[in-house]
């Protein structure tokens, strides 16, 4: 199934940096509707400012934004980067923020829901991280590992992470 939004949530992870580069990628897919939601932490690691600035996205941070209203439409859900917070409240079924009601109303309509972990080693080893990805895929959720350039786990490349959504866009750009 394809669909016309595509939502990069993403946490307060120093690789947070790299999501103005994700948005521009999920642009270049094609969807008609590219919104980012941050979490509240994700304003300590990267300015809002430098995702509203992606031409074709638009940034939520609130239920009471036009773009959710009356409630966030179908779509295709990318967390990226995803903390060690945000894996084991979602996993945990905890929706305490917009970022974490959209994805976990994405896991319960079935819709495309896929998750890459940004997380060092000792959180990766941590057995409620360990839990939390054993979890989400029995709920349907992709996980994306993360990559490890000999520095140590750090989110997947964008390439990666663009292979994970192209299928969904119902236009992919040509």
């Known amino acids: 199934m394809t669909y016309d939004t595509v939502y990069l949530i ?36 990267i300015a809002l400012r430098e995702l509203a600035d992606v031409a074709g996205a638009q940034v939520v941070e609130s239920y009471f934004d036009l773009a959710c209203r009356p409630r966030p439409p179908l779509g295709v859900v990318l967390f990226a980067p995803c903390s060690f917070n945000s894996l084991n409240k979602l996993a945990a079924g905890i929706a305490d923020t917009l970022a974490l009601s959209v994805a976990a109303e994405a896991i319960g309509r079935r819709t495309p829901v896929i998750v890459a972990p940004s997380l060092n080693q000792p959180l990766m080893d941590h057995p409620m991280a360990q839990a939390s990805l054993r979890t989400l895929p029995t709920w349907g959720v992709t996980i994306v590992p993360p990559e490890d350039d000999g520095l140590g786990p750090r989110l997947a490349g964008t390439d990666r992470l663009m292979a994970s959504v192209a299928a969904y866009s119902s236009r992919r750009a040509g």
């Not at 999920?26 to 509707?33: A, D, K, P, R, Y």
Request: glycine share 8%; aromatic share 2%; charged share 10%.
């Open 10 to 45: 993403l946490s307060g992870t120093t690789t947070a940096a790299r999501c103005p580069a994700i948005l521009a990628g999920l642009v270049e897919l094609g969807f008609e509707h590219v919104i980012a939601i941050p979490t509240p932490h994700a304003s300590r690691t």
